[in-house]
């Protein structure tokens, strides 16, 4: 029998999250919600734990990141006896037997060195056209991934230091630095949100923008440089496609962004954090 656990990580939560944690609950033995808020939804919560027993709630008190969060929830699942461990933000949400499929998929196949089984992401309303394939990946986010309780024995806690943001880049690729592969199962589809994602058109392209808040992009600046620095050697494509990214990132807010400046000035506080060391909660 292969033992899951789960955790879900919470900040002021609404009602939604009772769905989405309905289409991935049946298929775990435990799920640990750790909650970041600095206020308790009294309200929320006794629902959520009157309706799924296999639950056990943790509330922080306050917004300590997402990375000790997952940590939290790893620690109990290893405690618990747990071999793989569900990783999911409140905003996910699976198709139907979607996680039975990635669960089977461990159970049928040699996965010993296998860091992290992804579904593929998928924008909430984007069309998806099926396939079959076992895609090995760079990076994975975060939400609705299972990862391997051995390989994260071996290489350590997500960054907690980070305190959100490239916390998840960073931990696959020091899982494959360790010598551990990210595989994405792309007829496995996972839902979430990213953002207040909007489509501009500009000189007949599509272009898409996160609309991420500037406290985001100083922690997007800040980490993203750190992982540049620690991994350039070891994974030169990814930083180098990455830097490009935050180019392209940076040039977009300019042209279509509300509050452009100041996100740009958190940008700059975040490349200067990064040339002093300074990490941690802004």
Not at 156 to 168: A, E
Not at 212 to 217: A, D, I, N, V, Y
């Amino acid at each position: 029998m292969l033992n899951i656990d789960g955790v879900v990580v919470f900040y002021n939560p609404n009602d939604d999250v009772i769905e989405n944690i309905k289409s991935y609950i049946k298929d775990i033995r435990k799920l640990y919600i750790i909650d970041n808020s600095e206020n308790k939804n009294e309200e929320l919560i006794n629902k959520i734990i009157n309706q799924f027993s296999n639950v056990e709630y943790f509330w922080l008190g306050e917004n300590k990141g997402i990375a000790y969060a997952l940590n939290k929830g790893a620690e109990l699942a290893i405690k618990n006896g747990a071999e793989w461990l569900l990783t999911m933000d409140q905003d996910s949400k699976f198709k139907e037997n979607v996680l039975r499929k990635m669960i089977n998929f461990i159970k049928t196949n040699d996965t010993s060195k296998v860091g992290i089984i992804s579904p593929l992401h998928k924008m909430r309303g984007d069309e998806y056209i099926g396939s079959d394939d076992i895609i090995e990946k760079i990076t994975v986010m975060t939400s609705g991934n299972l990862l391997n309780l051995f390989a994260y024995k071996k290489c350590n806690k997500f960054r907690d230091d980070y305190f959100i943001d490239y916390v998840d880049h960073e931990y696959c690729l020091r899982l494959r630095k360790n010598g551990f592969k990210i595989l994405v199962l792309t007829s496995a589809v996972l839902y979430h949100n990213l953002g207040t994602i909007k489509v501009y058109n500009f000189f007949r392209k599509k272009i898409k923008v996160t609309n991420h808040s500037p406290l985001r992009r100083y922690y997007i600046s800040r980490n993203r440089l750190d992982v540049f620095k620690k991994y350039i050697k070891n994974e030169p494509y990814f930083v180098l496609l990455d830097l490009k990214s935050f180019l392209l990132e940076w040039i977009k807010i300019l042209l279509f962004e509300q509050n452009k400046w100041k996100k740009s000035k958190f940008i700059v506080r975040g490349i200067k954090d990064f040339l002093i060391g300074k990490k941690g909660k802004y």
